[in-house]
T-cell receptor, first 115, second 114 residues
Framework: AQSVAQPEDQVNVAEGNPLTVKCTYSVSGNPYLFWYVQYPNRGLQFLLKYITGDNLVKGSYGFEAEFNKSQTSFHLKKPSALVSDSALYFCAVRDASSGTYKYIFGTGTRLKVLA | GAGVSQSPRYKVAKRGQDVALRCDPISGHVSLFWYQQALGQGPEFLTYFQNEAQLDKSGLPSDRFFAERPEGSVSTLKIQRTQQEDSAVYLC????????????FGPGTRLLVL
């Protein structure tokens, strides 16, 4: 069965500092991995995805994530946090070998960037 | 261009009532998904359509939940005989094709069952 874990409910970081939001996954087949962001009173927005190729994926708003197969992780990173990055972040996985389009989302990590 | 829209944005229902939630995907998008998001949780997959075909309904929690997309565009999620545990935000998402993988989410419908 597929699963995603976001071990931190909340991450606090000072503006200008690097940020990391953690995600680990479990699938029996080939993982496709995603990060989405949810701002207050707005729908989820796509940030980036790993399908194949380079393990380091760059996405919107200066975010990037690294696919680590051996550690089954897909942590979201940004070199310098902005106050406007404060939001709820969701990691998601789909098992591309399963033949289904069932996406599994984590429980979310609230990022708070302090001025 | 217009994004994914959902209506109503808020719905209050008495226990036992039937409700219908509408999703208008981005024009031309082949794939459509419904999710249920409980308070403090991530979205949980309910069902998936490719055009008008419902290819996966494994996430529907009971036979009170029914979804359709008869013409391959607008979709309706219907919940019969609502229960308090159905209270959640229902999210709709669409993507260009099954191979596109990037989903575009609507703002959601917040359902409260009293």
């Amino acid at each position: 069965a597929q699963s995603v874990a976001q071990p931190e409910d909340q991450v606090n970081v000072a503006e200008g500092n690097p940020l990391t939001v953690k995600c680990t996954y479990s699938v029996s087949g080939n993982p496709y991995l995603f990060w989405y962001v949810q701002y207050p009173n707005r729908g989820l927005q796509f940030l980036l995805k790993y399908i194949t190729g380079d393990n380091l994926v760059k996405g919107s708003y200066g975010f990037e994530a690294e696919f680590n197969k051996s550690q089954t992780s897909f942590h979201l990173k940004k070199p310098s946090a902005l106050v406007s990055d404060s939001a709820l972040y969701f990691c998601a996985v789909r098992d591309a070998s399963s033949g289904t389009y069932k996406y599994i989302f984590g429980t979310g990590t609230r990022l708070k960037v302090l001025a | 261009g217009a994004g994914v829209s959902q209506s109503p944005r808020y719905k209050v229902a008495k226990r036992g009532q039937d409700v219908a939630l509408r999703c208008d995907p981005i024009s031309g998008h082949v794939s459509l998904f419904w999710y249920q998001q409980a308070l403090g949780q991530g979205p949980e997959f309910l069902t998936y359509f490719q055009n008008e075909a419902q290819l996966d309904k494994s996430g529907l929690p009971s036979d009170r939940f029914f979804a359709e997309r008869p013409e391959g565009s607008v979709s309706t999620l219907k919940i019969q005989r609502t229960q308090q545990e159905d209270s959640a935000v229902y999210l709709c998402a669409s993507s260009r094709s099954s191979g596109e993988e990037t989903q575009y989410f609507g703002p959601g419908t917040r359902l409260l069952v009293l």
